[in-house]
C-alpha cells in the first residue's frame, strides 16, 4: 500500500540524514505511526511533525543512529512548512455524525 | 406461546420488552435524527447509518416481533408485516455492510465484494424461504432456514463494524496519547462498537438458538441476553449520536486529566 506524501518525504529525509537503508527507514517510520495510532497512507504533515518529536527519536536511536533527537527534531521542522495533507474517513464520519458536537 | 392466546408477561419477560423497546425507541429517534443530518451533508456514511438504524432497529425488528406476536391480525397481514420487515431488514442490513466498507475500508475492493455477496446471499435465502417452508412459517412459527440465515446477515455485517469500531477506537485511543485525536470523537466510536458488539450478540444468540429449535424471545435465557444488551446498545447509540452536553465535558475532562497530570 502507498504511503501519503508526509510518509514518503519522512523516510526519504531520515535514508538521507542517517546510514539507515530506505527499507530499514520506512519499516522504523511505520513502527513509530503504528505507535501513535496513525496509518503510513493516511498521515499528515502535522501528525508526522509530532512523531517526529515524540517516537522516532526513541525509535532511531534503538538502531544506533547518532544524535536521534536533533535529526528529528530538524526534519520536524522543514516538514512544518509543506502542507502535507493527510485523510482519515473514520475521524471525518464520526465527527460529522455528532451533529458538531 | 399459541396462536391462540398471547405470551404471559412475566418478569423475565417485562424486562427483556423493556430492553428491546430501549433499543427499538433508540433507533427511531437517532435514525431519523441521522437520516435529517444526511439531508443537510448530502454524504452517504450518515445515509448509511441512519437507514440501518431506522429501518433494522426502529421498524424491522418490531415488524418480525408484530408477525410473530400479534396473533389477532389475520394471517395474511401477519405474513404481509414479515415480507414488509424482511425488506426493510434486508435493505437496513445492506446499508450496515456499505457504512462500513465506506467508513473503514474505502478503496478495499474485498470491503466491496462482501457487500455485494452479503445482497446476493440475501436474495438467495428468500428464495430459498419462499421455495420451503414459505413465509407463514417465518411469520407464525419463526421457522424456516432460509430465514434463518438471512437473519444471520444482520448479525455478520454488525460484526464486522463492531470490530471495525473498536480497531478504530484502539488507534485513536493511541493518537489521543500524543494530542492528536479529539477525545469526543474517540468515545463516540468506542460507543458504536459497543452498541454492535451488543446488538450482534443478541442477533448471533437469536439465530443460533433458532437453528436449535429453540424460540429464543419466548425463553428466560433469552430475556438475560435481550434486556441487558438492548439497554447497553440504546444507551451507548444515545451518547454516541446524541450525547447529553454533561456527558461531553466528562470526556474532555477524563481526557484532559492524564495530560495535566504529565504536564504538572
Not at chain 2, 440475501?122 to 412459527?141: D, I, N, Y
Request: aromatic share 6%; net charge positive.
Amino acid at each position: 500500500m502507498l504511503g501519503s506524501a508526509a510518509f514518503t518525504w519522512t523516510c526519504a529525509e531520515i535514508e538521507r540524514v542517517t546510514t539507515l537503508s530506505e527499507l530499514v527507514a520506512r519499516g522504523t517510520v511505520r513502527l513509530a505511526l503504528k505507535q501513535a495510532g496513525l496509518e503510513p497512507q493516511a498521515v499528515s504533515g502535522d501528525q508526522m511533525a509530532i512523531v517526529l518529536r515524540e517516537i522516532l527519536p526513541r525509535e532511531l536511536a534503538a538502531r544506533a543512529v547518532a544524535n536521534a533527537a536533533k535529526l528529528c527534531g530538524e526534519i520536524a521542522l522543514r516538514i512544518g512548512g509543506r502542507n502535507f495533507e493527510g485523510g482519515d474517513a473514520v475521524v471525518d464520519v464520526f465527527k460529522r455524525l455528532g451533529g458538531g458536537k | 406461546m399459541t396462536r391462540s392466546g398471547g405470551p404471559e408477561l412475566d418478569p423475565a419477560r417485562a424486562l427483556a420488552a423493556l430492553g428491546g423497546l430501549a433499543f427499538v425507541l433508540a433507533s427511531l429517534v437517532l435514525g431519523i435524527r441521522l437520516l435529517a443530518l444526511a439531508t443537510r451533508t448530502r454524504q452517504l456514511p450518515e445515509v448509511c447509518i441512519g437507514l440501518a438504524l431506522l429501518l433494522m432497529g426502529g421498524l424491522g425488528y418490531p415488524l418480525i416481533m408484530t408477525a410473530r406476536m400479534a396473533v389477532r391480525l389475520s394471517d395474511p397481514l401477519r405474513i404481509g408485516v414479515m415480507a414488509l420487515a424482511l425488506l426493510l431488514m434486508g435493505v437496513g442490513t445492506l446499508a450496515v455492510g456499505v457504512f462500513n466498507w465506506r467508513v473503514f475500508r474505502p478503496g478495499e475492493r474485498w470491503a466491496r465484494g462482501l457487500v455485494i455477496a452479503a445482497a446476493v446471499s440475501m436474495l438467495a435465502c428468500v428464495g430459498l424461504q419462499l421455495a420451503g417452508p414459505g413465509l407463514a412459517a417465518a411469520a407464525f412459527h419463526n421457522q424456516g432456514l432460509g430465514f434463518r440465515l438471512f437473519q444471520l446477515h444482520s448479525g455478520l455485517l454488525t460484526a464486522w463494524g463492531a470490530y471495525e469500531s473498536l480497531c478504530a477506537w484502539s488507534r485513536l485511543r493511541r493518537r489521543q496519547r500524543l494530542g492528536l485525536a479529539d477525545p469526543v470523537v474517540s468515545e463516540r466510536v468506542l460507543l458504536w462498537g459497543i452498541a454492535s458488539v451488543a446488538s450482534a450478540t443478541v442477533g448471533a444468540t437469536s439465530t443460533i438458538a433458532g437453528f436449535l429449535g429453540i424460540n429464543f424471545a419466548a425463553t428466560a435465557f433469552g430475556a438475560a441476553v435481550t434486556a441487558p444488551l438492548g439497554l447497553i446498545a440504546a444507551g451507548s447509540m444515545w451518547l454516541a449520536f446524541l450525547p447529553p452536553a454533561a456527558y461531553l465535558r466528562r470526556v474532555r475532562a477524563r481526557a484532559a486529566a492524564p495530560a495535566a497530570a504529565s504536564g504538572a
